[in-house]
């Protein structure tokens, strides 16, 4: 494992180690598109915000030495605090799952009994969402309107279940650098967001058709009146002189309620699809305050 030291003036680690990945495959991740985000990055920051995390592909690919970090899923929030505080134990829990139809359903149908879950430990339920996303149909992490997830079985042979070395060294990372976890609205986190600082935003992604809606990884959704919210808190960032970079779709509504702003159009391709022949490259924007 690399060493890790700081490089304050910048706000990332001296030191890049590779192994600090994401740990869960998550709706809308960022590797397809990775190296095209990492490139607009500021040089400096301070203080880097995303409040959207997800997988955390760039949180991770940056390795920032201050971050505040948050996402609305509380349960994948609880996941990145039991790596930072109990990644030991989580990686022992892990060991037990048996990649097996049955089994998984039963591992699924835990959350439909409130009372039995809310009994689980914090770890149980990091693994729970770890042995859930390896193993369900297509890594895709879907909740109904009562919250519970109802992805199928995915019925791969060898699905990597225990990462050990992945999972230690997000852990060394969220321990070394100055990394804040939390699970709040965006506009709360981002309202402490300060000059100097740096705040990557990956929100649902606005719809590019009426069946392409997907914010089902939480059972709040993000629909046109959140898309511009978010817009309405990015002006506040710029007026503070916060620096900020922006993901979406390229649809009309995006690019016209950004139009003040700089606005990048790139491809990306989007695997999770039930169709093979739906996976192809889209456009998407990058949007700029800077």
Request: charge should be positive; glycine fraction near 6%.
């Amino acid at each position: 494992m690399s060493v890790l030291s700081f490089e304050g003036n910048r706000g990332i680690m001296a030191t890049i180690n590779k192994l600090v990945a994401p740990v869960v495959k998550w709706v809308g991740g960022k590797r397809q598109i990775i190296d095209q985000i990492i490139r607009r990055v500021p040089d400096t920051y301070c203080t880097y915000y995303e409040p959207f995390l997800g997988g955390g592909a760039v949180l991770f690919k940056l390795q920032p030495v201050k971050v505040v970090a948050s996402d609305i899923n509380a349960e994948l929030i609880n996941l990145y605090q039991v790596i930072k505080n109990n990644v030991e134990e989580l990686i022992n829990d892990l060991k037990r799952h048996k990649n097996e139809e049955e089994y998984y359903y039963m591992i699924r149908g835990l959350d439909r009994n409130k009372n039995k879950y809310n009994k689980l430990t914090p770890v149980q339920r990091a693994s729970r969402i770890i042995f859930l996303n390896k193993t369900c149909f297509n890594g895709l992490f879907r909740v109904n309107k009562a919250g519970e997830f109802n992805t199928p079985f995915g019925s791969y042979k060898n699905p990597n279940i225990v990462n050990e070395a992945v999972l230690r060294a997000v852990s060394v990372y969220f321990n070394r650098a100055e990394v804040t976890l939390t699970s709040r609205d965006f506009e709360e986190v981002l309202a402490k967001a300060r000059k100097g600082d740096f705040a990557y935003l990956d929100p649902p992604y606005d719809p590019v058709s009426k069946t392409a809606y997907f914010t089902d990884y939480n059972k709040g959704g993000f629909d046109s009146s959140e898309q511009i919210r978010l817009k309405t808190v990015c002006d506040k960032l710029d007026r503070k002189g916060v620096k900020f970079l922006l993901s979406n779709s390229a649809t009309a509504f995006i690019k016209d309620l950004y139009r003040d702003y700089h606005i990048e159009v790139i491809q990306a391709k989007r695997p999770i699809n039930s169709r093979a022949d739906k996976r192809g490259a889209i456009d998407e924007v990058l949007v700029m305050n800077y």
